[in-house]
C-alpha cells in the first residue's frame, strides 16, 4: 500500500502492533486500518520472526497515517514523544482520556498527558487551555499554570473559573 503522506509515524512494538492499531483506531473517528504485512522465510535469522507473524500494520487516526512495526522488545517507548490530541468539549477530553488510559500507567498522568497500555504518550488538550496560557494578561496566565500543572486529566469548567477570579 503506498502513502502519500510526506511524514508518517512509526511505533515500534514488540508483538503487538495490530492489537494496538486495532485498538487506535477504535478509539478515533474517521479511522481504519489500510493494510497488513507479514513476515516471511527470508531474513529469519535476523527478525526471528516466523512466517507469517505480522510485520507491519499501516493505518490512519482520523486521516492522519501511521505505521505499526512488530520490531522486537529491543525498544520501549518512552515521555520524550507524544501524540497530542486537541479536543473541543470536555466531553471529548473525558472521552479520550477514558479510553486511551485504560489499562495504561496512572502513575504518568500529569497535565493532560497519559501513557497508554501500549506505553505510549497522549496529550489530550482542550484548545481553551492555549488560549488561557497565552491570556493577555499574565497574572491570570499564570493561575492558568499553576492549575494546570495540579491536574491529571484536564477540568475545563475549572479552568475556566480560576481565569475569571
Known amino acids: 500500500m503506498q502513502n502519500n503522506s510526506k511524514i508518517t509515524p512509526c511505533l515500534w512494538f514488540d508483538d503487538q502492533a495490530e492489537a494496538a492499531a486495532q485498538f487506535y483506531t477504535s478509539i478515533f473517528r474517521n479511522s481504519k486500518i489500510v493494510?497488513?504485512?507479514?513476515?516471511?522465510?527470508?531474513?529469519?535469522?535476523?527478525?526471528?520472526?516466523?512466517?507469517?507473524?505480522?510485520?507491519?500494520?499501516?493505518?490512519e487516526l482520523d486521516g492522519q497515517p501511521f505505521t505499526a512495526l512488530n520490531g522486537g522488545p529491543t525498544f520501549k517507548f518512552n515521555e520524550a514523544i507524544s501524540f497530542q490530541i486537541f479536543c473541543d468539549t470536555q466531553a471529548d477530553v473525558d472521552d479520550y482520556w477514558q479510553?486511551?488510559?485504560a489499562g495504561g500507567d496512572e502513575t504518568a498522568q500529569q497535565c493532560g498527558w497519559l501513557k497508554d497500555k501500549y506505553g505510549v504518550s497522549w496529550q489530550i488538550i482542550p484548545r481553551i487551555?492555549?488560549?488561557?496560557?497565552?491570556?493577555?494578561?499574565?497574572?491570570?496566565?499564570?493561575?492558568?499554570?499553576?492549575t494546570m500543572l495540579q491536574m491529571k486529566k484536564i477540568e475545563i469548567d475549572?479552568?475556566?473559573?480560576?481565569?475569571?477570579?
Open 129 to 146: 487551555l492555549i488560549e488561557l496560557l497565552n491570556h493577555p494578561d499574565a497574572a491570570t496566565s499564570q493561575k492558568v499554570t499553576t
Open 99 to 101: 479510553k486511551l488510559s
Open 35 to 59: 493494510h497488513v504485512s507479514r513476515y516471511g522465510d527470508a531474513g529469519q535469522e535476523i527478525h526471528g520472526k516466523p512466517a507469517g507473524a505480522v510485520m507491519t500494520v499501516s493505518f
Open 158 to 165: 475549572e479552568l475556566k473559573r480560576v481565569a475569571a477570579d
